[in-house]
């Protein structure tokens, strides 16, 4: 049969370079190069973005540019003549390159950098990336528009306290709240039988109660706006007084024995006692409690309201840990997997539901649990007494203080539940914790009857860890 290609192609013809069938032969010629141009200035411009942090897989029968050797064609660089000007062979040579492998192909490799295979064509791309791209501040300077930071440092913690105030007749009592900090800046200290204000801006102290020889204080807790704080006492009794004129509004009964914990939700007051009962009072209302939560089968030694003020989270002595809702009187969670006093109790401001508890010596440990979901997330042992926790609302990390055996104040990131810090100082129990409203600054008391002031936390615009009050004064005073 005849065939016009078989023919063709046992014709005789002068030497020629293989090219693609688009092109043909008349298009070789130098002088019909310029009619070429805008066709071969598109591949030039055309764009073939490779990505610099996986390997590319071309097709089985379309091979990667960019990993194979076309080197091995051999066809060179555009030589250069004496007086300067390329000849029409480079020019050409130049074209073809860019018309049958793109505009960013390599150069003709050295010897040295030929890979030991001899294939001309490879179906995938492995591109590899150096280890300065790699690091966090290993970054091409060059590119622009785009700027970057080097990585910060992990943040310090102060390990010594800028301030000390002395306590005298500070109890050592587990059971007992004595130390609360307002959204005023001012600090309440139940000293003995005694109430004491100091204020964190002018550092002037202000005795605002006695209750007499015989009662003392037991509690004391800051509504969460205004200037009105409560004191539980050891009669049972709660009061309300109004700190910005030092007066008594109300005395609430209702209770048989010492009051130990406070809360506030808005204008209702929760109450816990060592009667075992929690007592929930509206001060707007004439009558001394609205409802009685009972549960717990030793004395209420923790109550915390959550964020939106819709779960009431309490922890007593008989090792367990329950929540509330607004109108329950017995409770709708529980959770039993302490095995000792649960008085440190913490909401997280980060995460709705996320309830922080910590048991006491025979327990030692912080557990983590979701209201939302009734779950257990997690348990860290801490190795000594928990006493209390606190939430940081700038970062997600909270602070615990311990008793028994080391008396340390520690300083979680979580959720990994590293330590930033270590604090040391109390020479007895840190029974009791408050935090700054700005956030930023604790204060710890102890039975060694001093009150301890830390920088601990950033603030929420900066990493500054010098707050207002830190700066502010130094040195060792009293608070009474």
Request: net charge positive.
């Amino acid at each position: 049969m005849d065939d016009p290609t078989i023919s063709k192609q046992s014709a005789p013809s002068t030497p020629s370079i293989n090219v693609p069938s688009i092109m043909s032969d008349s298009s070789l010629h130098l002088e019909n190069l310029p009619s070429r141009t805008m066709h071969i200035n598109r591949l030039l411009n055309s764009s073939y973005n490779r990505s610099p942090s996986r390997t590319i897989y071309s097709d089985r029968f379309i091979p990667s540019r960019s990993g194979s050797n076309f080197a091995l064609f051999d066809i060179s660089n555009s030589p250069t003549s004496a007086e300067g000007k390329e000849d029409g062979s480079g020019t050409y040579n130049s074209l073809l390159r860019a018309a049958l492998f793109g505009p960013h192909t390599p150069d003709k490799k050295d010897s040295s950098e030929v890979p030991a295979s001899r294939n001309i064509f490879r179906y995938k791309t492995e591109t590899k990336r150096t280890l300065h791209s790699l690091s966090p501040a290993g970054f091409d300077d060059s590119v622009p528009g785009i700027s970057y930071s080097p990585v910060k440092a992990p943040r310090k913690v102060p390990k010594s306290p800028y301030k000390v105030l002395d306590a005298p007749a500070l109890q050592d009592d587990f059971y007992l709240n004595l130390v609360d900090w307002s959204s005023n800046n001012v600090l309440a200290v139940g000293l003995g039988n005694c109430v004491y204000l100091w204020n964190a801006c002018s550092s002037k102290v202000t005795k605002l109660c006695d209750l007499g020889v015989d009662d003392s204080v037991c509690s004391v807790c800051w509504a969460q706006r205004g200037t009105h704080l409560a004191v539980g006492t050891s009669d049972g009794n709660v009061e309300i007084w109004d700190t910005s004129r030092c007066r008594r509004v109300r005395t609430m009964e209702g209770h048989r024995l010492r009051v130990g914990t406070l809360a506030w939700s808005s204008s209702l007051l929760s109450s816990g006692s060592r009667d075992k009962s929690i007592l929930q009072r509206d001060i707007r209302a004439p009558d001394d409690f609205a409802s009685k939560l009972s549960g717990h089968k030793s004395e209420v030694c923790g109550l915390k309201w959550s964020y939106d003020n819709r779960e009431l989270a309490s922890g007593g002595n008989d090792n367990k840990l329950f929540v509330w809702n607004q109108h329950s009187t017995q409770p709708v969670l529980k959770y039993c997997e302490h095995t000792a006093a649960v008085k440190a109790i913490a909401w997280s401001p980060h995460l709705h539901g996320l309830l922080a508890s910590g048991g006491g010596t025979a327990d030692r440990c912080i557990r983590f649990w979701s209201t939302t979901t009734n779950t257990h997330l997690s348990c860290m042992d801490t190795g000594s007494q928990v006493c209390n926790l606190v939430w940081s609302k700038n970062v997600n990390e909270l602070v615990s203080t311990h008793g028994y055996s080391q008396n340390q104040i520690i300083v979680w990131r979580y959720p990994t539940m590293t330590k930033l810090a270590t604090l040391t100082g109390h020479t007895y129990r840190v029974l009791y914790l408050a935090i700054s409203p700005d956030g930023q600054t604790i204060v710890t008391g102890a039975g060694d009857e001093t009150l301890r002031f830390w920088n601990v936390f950033p603030s929420p615009k900066s990493q500054n860890t010098d707050s207002e009050i830190g700066a502010s004064f130094f040195g060792r005073t009293t608070i009474r």
